[in-house]
């Protein structure tokens, strides 16, 4: 079973930085294309950012600039750097995984993310 335990959220302060960060365990990781999304109160959940097997990466015209994803294969994990953070980003960020030979999705539980001063 396939699952995926993200950390690294928090409270910050508007133009602050904070990274996320997601692993996932349970299967080959290096087969997924993986990436982040996120849903604030009342929106719906909206793609931040993707990175496929072959490492292309993908934004959210939002957080292009100031976002970056990064992966880790070796230690199974996705990274968010989220630099100049705006209140508008306060949101719950979910770490997605999907495998190149399946179409199934996985989901990690969320972490919360707030922009406020």
């Known amino acids: 079973q396939v699952q995926l335990v993200e950390s690294g959220g928090g409270l910050v302060q508007p133009g602050g930085s904070l990274r996320l960060s997601c692993e996932v365990s349970g299967s080959i990781f290096s087969i997924y294309a993986t990436g982040w999304y996120r849903q604030a109160p009342g929106k719906q959940r909206e793609l931040v950012a993707d990175?496929?097997?072959?490492?292309?990466?993908n934004y959210a015209d939002s957080v292009k600039g100031r976002f970056t994803i990064s992966r880790d294969n070796a230690k199974n994990t996705v990274y968010l750097q989220m630099n100049s953070l705006k209140p508008e980003d306060t949101a719950v960020y979910y770490c997605w995984a999907q495998s190149d030979y399946a179409a199934d999705d996985y989901w990690g539980q969320g972490t919360q993310v707030t922009v406020s001063s």
């Open positions: 990175i496929s097997s072959g490492g292309h990466t």
